[in-house]
């Protein structure tokens, strides 16, 4: 029972922690309905020189994963209102 105990405990730590380590960036505090529509900013995406493998929303942002202009991967955050970047995340 005990050794179970220790096993949720730490599952749950576990669970927290990445939880808080996961959190994107807070984009935005504006609604939805004064964001660009996922096709417009799909669009200024492509304009910025990324290549797009996968577009979602993220909480209060969009978020992409692909390529950048140099073919470098990226994970990349935007403001949905503007289509400025708020944080990227560039690989080798």
Not at 20 to 27: E, S
Not at 81 to 87: D, L
């Given at each position: 029972m005990q050794k179970f105990l220790l096993s949720a405990a730490a599952?749950?730590?576990?669970a927290?922690?990445?939880?808080?380590?996961?959190?994107?960036?807070?984009?935005?505090?504006?609604p939805r309905d004064k964001w660009l529509s996922e096709e417009a900013m799909k669009t200024k995406v492509a304009e910025l020189g990324f290549k797009?493998?996968?577009?979602?929303?993220?909480?209060?942002?969009?978020?992409?994963?692909?390529?950048?202009k140099d073919g470098r991967k990226a994970e990349v955050?935007?403001?949905?209102?503007?289509?400025?970047?708020?944080?990227?995340?560039?690989?080798?």
């Open positions: 599952f749950a730590f576990v927290t922690a990445s939880g808080v380590a996961m959190a994107g960036p807070a984009c935005t505090k504006e797009v493998k996968t577009f979602k929303i993220s909480g209060p942002c969009y978020e992409i994963y692909g390529w950048n955050y935007f403001n949905p209102t503007n289509g400025e970047i708020v944080k990227a995340e560039i690989g080798g």
